[in-house]
């Protein structure tokens, strides 16, 4: 499927009898198909938002109970909140740059579509501080499904669902297991792996990375700095591969000179976090 926000239109040829043609013309109340009836669309799917519904009832406080959970939130979570916030920001400050890289692999949206979901998160994250780590990587990845659309939305989604299942703390550890699953969830639906030129290159480089770190037990600031700068390396290194996966692969390769967007997307929200969690 192309992205949502694609200039162009679609063409279908098929060969047409009788029969196929009073199938064609048939009333229908579906969305957007040309039909006697008329049909409305709100725009909301109900399944696609009851993460968000759920998880939001948790932290629908009157006014003073809710000054009550913040002033006893776990600082964990505020960690983790400011984390996710800069990581946001950073994106959105990024926008042009991301569309820019885009242009020629893609339809040169990367920037715009990631700027939906990182908005979205920032509008809806203050009413997360009630809520376990889990349930707020699910919110992110609800977040990526609804707002973003497009290859990434679907992605996102995926990589947050699957983190979501290992995050019971915040630690090192933890959050290496988190970038493990949410890759393996991302290159098993997505079909891309490690060298295709996607946002797989930067997230591996990450994991990989904070592994080696783990192991030579450094210091959160020093762990920050050699992930931060490992996702980066990985992220600019794309600018030398041969696209095999996503629209990419369909563009010659003389014409991909520079960095993989969704990859320098991955280094931009990578180093934003892990910098404000070694604070």
Known sequence: MTSLDMS??????????????????????????????????????????????????????DSEQKEQVDAACDPTINAVLKAITNACQALIANEVQ????????????????????????????ETWK????????????SSAEETMGGASGGLYSLFFTAAAGLAKDLNMATICDCLQA?????????????GDRTMLD??????????????????????????SKACCDAAESTANM???????????????????AGAVAVSIWIEAFAKTLAV
Do not use: M
């Open 8 to 61: 162009g239109f679609n063409l279908n040829i098929l060969k047409l009898d009788e029969e196929i043609l009073i199938c064609l013309d048939a009333s229908t109340n579906a969305p957007n198909w040309p039909t006697l009836c008329k049909s409305q669309v709100t725009g909301y799917d109900i399944n696609s938002i009851s993460l968000y519904l759920a998880a939001k009832e948790d932290a629908d406080f």
């Open 202 to 227: 930067a997230l591996t480089a990450a994991h990989s990375s904070l592994q080696n770190q783990i192991k030579k037990k450094s210091s959160p600031k020093e762990v920050a700095k050699v992930v």
């Open 182 to 194: 949410g890759v393996n969830a991302v290159s098993k639906y997505g079909g891309a792996e490690p």
């Open 98 to 125: 991301l569309n820019e890289l885009d242009t020629l692999a893609g339809d040169g949206d990367c920037g715009s579509t990631i700027k939906r979901g990182a908005t979205d998160i920032l509008d809806k994250c």
């Open 130 to 141: 009630a809520l376990s780590i889990d349930k707020i990587l699910l919110n992110i990845a």
């Open 242 to 260: 041969k696209a095999r996966a996503g629209r990419a692969s369909y563009v010659a390769s003389n014409l991909l000179a520079k960095p993989d």
